[in-house]
C-alpha cells in the first residue's frame, strides 16, 4: 500500500527565513505533485515532478524529486506572509493505479 | 470552461437523512473523484471513476454511493447521515490517468448533527 508522509506537519517561520518541507512515500512512484491550499479554499496545483533529479521553481518555492531516496522537497526561499498556507504533495503510479495519494499536509504560517 | 463544479456549498444534515452532492465537469475528462478532508487533515479518496459506467472504490467509502451515467457528472450520495461524516467534501477530475493535472472543485462543506 502506497503511503505518503509529510514533516513537518505544522512550520511557523518568520519573513525572510529559508525552510524545507518534506514529502517521503512508501513505493516506486512515476509522478509527485505539490498542491498548496488557503483557509477554506480548494486545491491549487503548484509543482508536477516527473523524474528523478527534477527541479521546479515558481517565484519564492522551488520543489525537486529524488525518486531513488523516495523523497521530494519543497523549498522556501525568503518567505512572505502571502506564502502562508497548507502544503500538499501527492503521489501518482503511472500504470500502476487510478489515483493520487495525499500527504497529510503541512500547514505554513508566516509572521512578520 | 467553467470547470469542475460542485453544489450546495454548505449543507447541514440531520442524523440519519439522506442527500446527493453533486459534481460536473464541462473539460471531458474521463476520470473523476470524491475525496473528503476532515479538519486540519489531508485529503482521503472515496469513490472514483475511471469513465461512464465505471466506479470503484477508494480509502473510505463507507457510507457512501455513487453513479457515473455520463462523462460530465459524478454525483456522491450520502445514505442515513452519521456525525461522522461532517467534512469538506472535493471532486476533481482529470483526462486519463497520463494527464499531469488533476482539477479539483470548490469542495461542499457538509454538517450533520
Known amino acids: 500500500e502506497l503511503k505518503v508522509e509529510q514533516n513537518p506537519l505544522f512550520l511557523s517561520m518568520q519573513e525572510g527565513k529559508n525552510y524545507t518541507i518534506y514529502c517521503n512515500y512508501s513505493t516506486t512512484s512515476d509522478r509527485l505533485y505539490w498542491y498548496r491550499q488557503d483557509p477554506g479554499k480548494s486545491l491549487e496545483s503548484l509543482f508536477v515532478l516527473l523524474s528523478n533529479g527534477a527541479v521546479k521553481q515558481e517565484g519564492r518555492l522551488m520543489a525537486s524529486l529524488d525518486t531513488k531516496a523516495r523523497l521530494s522537497t519543497l523549498h522556501i526561499t525568503a518567505a512572505v506572509h502571502d506564502l502562508s498556507a497548507t502544503y500538499f504533495c501527492?503521489?501518482?503510479?503511472?500504470?500502476?493505479?487510478?489515483?493520487?495519494?495525499f500527504g497529510t499536509g503541512t500547514r505554513l504560517q508566516v509572521f512578520p | 470552461n467553467a470547470g469542475v463544479t460542485q453544489t450546495p456549498k454548505f449543507r447541514i444534515l440531520k442524523i440519519g437523512q439522506s442527500m446527493t452532492l453533486q459534481c460536473a465537469q464541462d473539460m471531458n475528462h474521463n476520470y473523476m473523484y470524491w475525496y473528503r478532508q476532515d479538519p486540519g487533515m489531508g485529503l482521503k479518496l472515496i469513490y472514483y471513476?475511471?469513465?461512464?459506467?465505471?466506479?470503484d472504490k477508494g480509502e473510505v467509502p463507507n457510507g457512501y454511493n455513487v453513479s457515473r451515467s455520463t462523462t460530465e457528472d459524478f454525483p456522491l450520495r450520502l445514505e442515513l447521515a452519521a456525525p461522522s461524516q461532517t467534512s469538506v467534501y472535493f471532486c476533481?477530475?482529470?483526462?486519463?490517468?497520463?494527464?499531469?493535472?488533476?482539477?479539483f472543485g470548490p469542495g461542499t462543506r457538509l454538517t450533520v448533527t
Open positions: 476533481a477530475s482529470r483526462y486519463s490517468r497520463t494527464s499531469y493535472e488533476q482539477y
Open positions: 471513476s475511471v469513465g461512464a459506467g465505471i466506479t
Open positions: 501527492a503521489v501518482d503510479m503511472l500504470g500502476k493505479t487510478d489515483k493520487l495519494i
